[in-house]
C-alpha cells in the first residue's frame, strides 16, 4: 500500500538553527508531494509542491525541499528557524494527479526554543 | 477572495445521532474532498465530489456520505455516530489545473 513516513513526531531546534524534517513515501510510481504546516486550531497551509519540476522546490516562509527519487524521500529544510516556525508539519502525497486524494504522514510537531 | 469555508466550527453530538457538515470551496474551484483528521494523526482521505459525483473514496464506511450541489459547495453527512468519530473534518477544494488542494480551517466534531 502506498504510505508516507515522517521519521520523528516532535522535533525541537533553537532559535537560528537549522531546521530538518524527513518524509519518505513508498512506490515506484513518481508522486505528486507536498509539505503542509498547520497551526493550532486551523486548517492546512501548503508550504511547498513538487510535480515533476525542478527537484529542489522552495517554499514559503524560506522552508524548501528536496526531492531524491533514489532514496524515495522529500525532506524538509529550512536554514534558520523562527519562532513563529513552532507548528505541525504534513508530508504528503499523491498519484495520478495533485488533485486526487492526498496521503499523509502522521506528521512532525516542531518546537523552537529561545 | 474568500478562501475554503467550513461551517459549523465546533458541533457536539451523541452517540448514534446523525451529522450534517459543509463546505464552500475558494472561487472558481470545482473539486471537494473531505478528510478526517483524528487528534494526533494526519488527516484521512474520506471522499472527493467533482461534477456533482463521487469521483473517489477512501477506505470510510458508508455511514459517511456527501453531496455536491451545482455551485460546488458540498457536505459531508455522518449517521449513527460513533465515538471514534470524534475529529477534525478537514474540506479541501481545487480546480483541475490548479495542481494544489486548498484546505479550510475545519470543523471540530465531538461525539459523547
Known amino acids: 500500500a502506498q504510505s508516507v513516513t515522517q521519521l520523528g513526531s516532535h522535533v525541537s531546534v533553537s532559535e537560528g538553527a537549522l531546521v530538518l524534517l524527513r518524509c519518505n513515501y513508498s512506490?515506484?510510481?513518481?508522486?505528486?508531494l507536498f509539505w503542509y504546516v498547520q497551526y493550532p486550531n486551523q486548517g492546512l497551509q501548503l508550504l511547498l509542491k513538487?510535480?515533476?519540476?525542478?527537484?529542489l522546490v522552495k517554499g514559503i516562509n524560506g522552508f524548501e525541499a528536496e526531492f531524491k527519487k533514489s532514496e524515495t524521500s522529500f525532506h524538509l529544510t529550512k536554514p534558520s528557524a523562527h519562532m513563529s516556525d513552532a507548528a505541525e508539519y504534513f508530508c504528503?502525497?499523491?498519484?495520478?494527479?495533485?488533485?486526487?486524494?492526498?496521503?499523509f504522514g502522521t506528521g512532525t510537531l516542531l518546537a523552537v526554543q529561545p | 477572495d474568500a478562501g475554503v469555508t467550513q461551517s459549523p466550527t465546533h458541533l457536539i453530538k451523541t452517540r448514534g445521532q446523525q451529522v450534517t457538515l459543509r463546505c464552500s470551496p475558494k472561487s472558481g474551484h470545482d473539486t471537494v474532498s473531505w478528510y478526517q483528521q483524528a487528534l494526533g494523526q494526519g488527516p484521512q482521505f474520506i471522499f472527493q465530489y467533482y461534477e456533482e459525483e463521487e469521483r473517489q473514496r477512501g477506505n470510510f464506511p458508508d455511514r459517511f456520505s456527501g453531496h455536491q450541489f451545482p455551485n460546488y459547495s458540498s457536505e459531508l453527512n455522518v449517521n449513527a455516530l460513533l465515538l471514534g468519530d470524534s475529529a477534525l473534518y478537514l474540506c479541501?477544494?481545487?480546480?483541475?489545473?490548479?495542481?494544489?488542494?486548498?484546505f479550510g480551517a475545519g470543523t471540530r466534531l465531538s461525539v459523547l
Open positions: 504528503a502525497v499523491s498519484y495520478g494527479g495533485a488533485t486526487n486524494k492526498l496521503i
Open positions: 513538487y510535480t515533476s519540476a525542478a527537484t
Open positions: 512506490s515506484s510510481v513518481p508522486p505528486y
Open positions: 479541501a477544494s481545487s480546480a483541475t489545473l490548479t495542481n494544489i488542494q486548498y
